[in-house]
């Protein structure tokens, strides 16, 4: 079945260095959707950026991604951290499969820490 | 933006216990989820629904039964709560690979 692996549990930035989440995904299907959610403490998990478009960047709130198809990745990137992005960070793949749907897979989660 | 609501927020039970979880979507999606999140394994579906009287296992549906009786509304059912049950679960609800929506949160303890 398909699976989505993040590398890092936790990720420890000084606020201002640049944030680059891990994700690298497996599935049988040609054309994976990847998606980034995040959580944030006490608050609901939400979409942070999605992409099907193979070599395409998504941006969304300052952070970027690229779904890598010869490579199976979607890393999250940002330019420079700050203190509100500490959250929790999931990687979700799923697949449309002729019109009919395709449940999503979550990655295991990278927590993000900022610090000042 | 969809609504999705969970009751309760917390719930204490003890091992053996009857627990139901309830969740109702106020945005006319057709898919719901009940999911749990637990440390180092991030969110695991446990059971969805494409409509009302639809069920559909999930990747984790032991010790879990659930049931949608409208399009709204999606009830996650323990009959004999066990202590690895003990966890945060997450209603959601969607369109066909559309955004994802999230209810609050149920955290659940099993004693």
């Known amino acids: 079945g398909d699976s989505v692996t993040q590398t890092e549990g936790l990720v420890t930035l000084t606020e201002g260095l640049p944030v680059m989440l891990n994700c690298t995904y497996q599935?049988?299907?040609?054309?994976?959707?990847l998606f980034w959610y995040v959580h944030y403490l006490n608050e609901s998990p939400r979409l942070l950026l999605k992409?099907?478009?193979?070599?395409k960047r998504t941006e969304h709130q300052g952070f970027h991604a690229t779904l890598h198809k010869s490579s199976s990745s979607f890393h999250l990137q940002k330019s420079s951290a700050q203190l509100s992005d500490s959250a929790l960070y999931y990687c979700?793949?799923?697949?449309?499969?002729?019109?009919?749907?395709?449940?999503?897979?979550f990655g295991a989660g990278t927590r993000l820490a900022v610090c000042p | 933006e969809a609504a999705v609501t969970q009751s309760p927020r917390n719930k204490v039970t003890v091992t053996g216990g009857n627990v139901t979880l309830s969740c109702r979507q106020t945005?006319?999606?057709?898919?719901m989820y009940w999911y749990r999140q637990d440390t180092g394994h991030g969110l695991r579906l446990i059971h969805y629904?494409?409509?009302?009287?639809?069920?559909q296992i999930g990747d984790v549906p032991d010790g879990y039964k659930a049931t949608r009786t409208t399009q709204e509304d999606f009830f996650l059912l323990l009959e004999l709560a066990s202590p690895s049950q003990t966890s945060l679960y997450f209603c959601?609800?969607?369109?066909?690979?559309?955004?994802?929506?999230f209810g609050s949160g149920t955290r659940l303890t099993v004693l």
């Open positions: 979700a793949l799923s697949a449309l499969l002729s019109g009919s749907f395709n449940k999503l897979t």
């Open positions: 959601a609800s969607s369109d066909v690979l559309e955004t994802l929506y």
């Open positions: 599935t049988i299907y040609s054309n994976p959707f």
């Open positions: 992409s099907s478009t193979d070599n």
């Open positions: 629904s494409y409509g009302a009287g639809n069920l």
């Open positions: 945005n006319s999606h057709n898919y």
